[in-house]
């Protein structure tokens, strides 16, 4: 098949998914073609050594990508980012009839910045066999904060749903995030499950370096860590007051930064949690040491009605690790948990009950811990593999197109 991806991200910004898909598409025997932006996330900067410019295209044996020109304004702010989607969907709009119109079957890894590009290019390409692959929700709390670019939100808002009305298929990165495509105006028999897979090259099981137990343990005290954000999604001072609560019997590890970095900062030092420590942000290289070095990795989500249908990424990492999991999260993120039996779960948002999780998994045996981890990795591999994943990406996007020409017929 000849495939087209659409991207707002692609290598080399941390854009796994699509990257890793187009990589294995291609090695299948697949010609694949990328349209997608310069390089500029997250700082919002173009990255040193790249010049945006038109008729920017780098070739493999199967894969092509085509980069083309974005507004990059760097201050994060709402009228910034709104700029950017907009100029990105007018970029698209001048390339993507010509780079992309002979294709059989259109990818999209739909996040909100790419909804205004795709709108556009589904226009220009006709009735091209799409498949979205959607990552988020545009939340109605993000739509009121957007300030200035308020105005766009209620045609972000339609535009989503005219597009789940025209694709052919779309694949949802968690079960409940389904049903929030179908109340946005989706077929529901159109809609399929396929859960995001991790970079294994370097999420494995691994053993902890010397340097990284230095970093992470200060004892034989059972440490939970958590890697990542720190922003308002994870609500991580629920986890401060709890671990703040059950003192010496365990340690949090907060490794990495984040808007909310200062004020969970805060009340760590205000509760004088001395068993809370911070860590800054590592190379993800790093990162599969200190899995091995902590006991447990904490996932967390705040109590959010879009958030109860996400599976952060932090989760499949932390399974292909072999790494058991404790879990302040609601929908299907605690379900995944459950069900593979890798680790402990709790209500989002309700530090006593997180509490009580974390007193748990401190009494939990050793072995009984590398057992989770075991069942962890044992599911990660059978549902959420990047083999498992291209697999359902590859069967929806040959479905697409088998339907397509049976209507042309």
Not at 107 to 126: H, I, M, N
Not at 151 to 171: C, M, P, V
């Amino acid at each position: 098949m000849k495939i087209g991806i659409l991207s707002y991200h692609f290598p080399p910004e941390p854009a796994f998914i699509p990257g890793s898909l187009a990589e294995e598409l291609a090695a299948r025997g697949h010609e694949v073609r990328v349209l997608t932006g310069f390089p500029d996330y997250p700082g919002g900067h173009v990255y040193p050594g790249w010049r945006q410019r038109w008729r920017h295209q780098t070739h493999s044996e199967r894969l092509t990508v085509r980069r083309v020109p974005r507004y990059a304004g760097g201050d994060g702010s709402a009228g910034t980012r709104m700029a950017s989607w907009l100029s990105f969907a007018g970029s698209v709009a001048l390339t993507g009839r010509r780079y992309l119109g002979d294709v059989d079957a259109l990818y999209v890894f739909q996040l909100p910045a790419v909804t205004f590009a795709t709108a556009g290019l589904l226009r220009l390409l006709g009735r091209v066999p799409t498949v979205l692959h959607v990552q988020d929700i545009w939340p109605e709390e993000e739509q009121t904060r957007a300030g200035e670019a308020h105005r766009f939100s209620g045609r972000l808002g339609a535009t989503l749903r005219r597009i789940y009305q025209e694709a052919d298929g779309i694949a949802v990165s968690a079960p409940s995030m389904g049903e929030l495509v179908v109340s946005g105006g989706a077929e529901p028999g159109r809609v399929r499950v396929v859960l995001n897979w991790t970079d294994e090259r370097i999420f494995r099981p691994t053993e902890p370096s010397r340097a990284a137990q230095r970093l992470i343990r200060r004892d034989s005290r059972c440490v939970v860590m958590h890697a990542g954000t720190i922003g308002v999604r994870q609500g991580l001072e629920t986890a401060v007051r709890a671990a703040a609560a059950l003192g010496d019997r365990m340690d949090l590890v907060l490794v990495g930064s984040g808007a909310e970095e200062r004020r969970v900062r805060g009340l760590a030092a205000e509760l004088r949690a001395d068993n809370v420590r911070f860590v800054e942000r590592r190379s993800p290289l790093d990162m599969p040491e200190l899995y091995a070095a902590a006991d447990y990795q904490l996932v967390m989500l705040r109590d959010l009605p879009e958030l109860r249908g996400m599976v952060p990424g932090k989760l499949q990492a932390a399974l292909s690790c072999a790494s058991p999991v404790v879990a302040s999260a609601g929908g299907d993120t605690a379900s995944v948990v459950e069900r593979a039996r890798a680790g402990l779960s709790c209500p989002p948002e309700d530090w006593a009950a997180l509490a009580d999780r974390f007193w748990l998994a401190a009494a939990i045996p050793p072995p009984a811990r590398v057992d989770m981890g075991r069942r962890g990795r044992d599911a990660y591999l059978r549902e959420m593999s990047l083999r498992a994943g291209v697999d359902r990406i590859e069967q929806m996007l040959q479905d697409v197109t088998s339907r397509a020409g049976r209507r042309r017929r």
